[in-house]
């Protein structure tokens, strides 16, 4: 399996490619171009945050935490609330946080249904509602890059998973075919995920 630097460079990499691009092709000006690179870098990551152990999932742990701890203080201090009723609310907020990810961690298996095609198309066009105020050419290159920087993360694990005996004969591990793949081993979360694709698809092309 690839590591977390590979994936992290690979998804950069990739997003660095299509911003380039679309620079020549005068479509979207520099300054949007980091927009690109962050959306390519998270979608590089974002298949292992199914594994528990994963730095993907413990940055977005940290992140989720201070973003909902920050909004929590800042809504409490703005309703004039005491020092006690603010670190309540934020600890019942950091708590809620904390179960919500013990619940994904239960729910999720590495190389599950985050290790497939249907998913990285899925955050693609999270990422392109998510960049949407951008405008529709920038939403757009934001989803291609996501695409393809997740189906790097895919084919990256799948080239790690072929090692060569005396340097000439191919030989696959267990792993092979686990991350560049259509379905999980749950009908459910399948049927999930595909669900959540068409959701979205519907959401993105129908949505004034």
Do not use: N
């Not at 690839?2 to 990499?13: D, I």
């Not at 929590?72 to 946080?97: K, N, T, Y």
């Not at 595909?194 to 519907?202: H, I, T």
């Amino acid at each position: 399996m690839a590591g977390h630097k590979t994936h992290l460079a690979a998804g950069v990499a990739t997003a660095a490619l299509l911003a380039g691009t679309t620079s020549i092709a005068g479509g979207i000006p520099h300054t949007e171009q980091p927009l690109l690179l962050a959306c390519g870098m998270a979608a590089g990551l974002a298949p292992d945050l199914d594994s528990d152990t994963s730095k993907p999932l413990a940055m977005l742990k940290s992140v989720v935490a201070i973003a909902v701890g920050g909004a929590v203080v800042a809504d409490s201090l703005a309703r004039g609330l005491s020092a006690p009723e603010i670190a309540a609310r934020s600890g019942l907020a950091l708590g809620l946080v904390a179960l919500g990810f013990v619940i994904f961690t239960a729910l999720t298996v590495h190389r599950g249904i985050m290790h497939s095609v249907p998913f990285v198309a899925l955050w693609a066009l999270l990422t392109m509602q998510a960049t949407r105020s951008f405008g529709s050419y920038l939403s757009l290159a934001a989803g291609l890059v996501a695409l393809a920087a997740g189906l790097s993360h895919l084919l990256l694990d799948e080239l790690w998973a072929v090692d060569f005996k005396a340097g000439l004969v191919p030989r696959l591990k267990p792993t092979f075919g686990t991350a560049l793949k259509f379905w999980s081993s749950s009908v459910f979360v399948t049927a999930a995920c595909y669900a959540g694709l068409v959701a979205m698809v519907w959401l993105h092309f129908h949505r004034p």
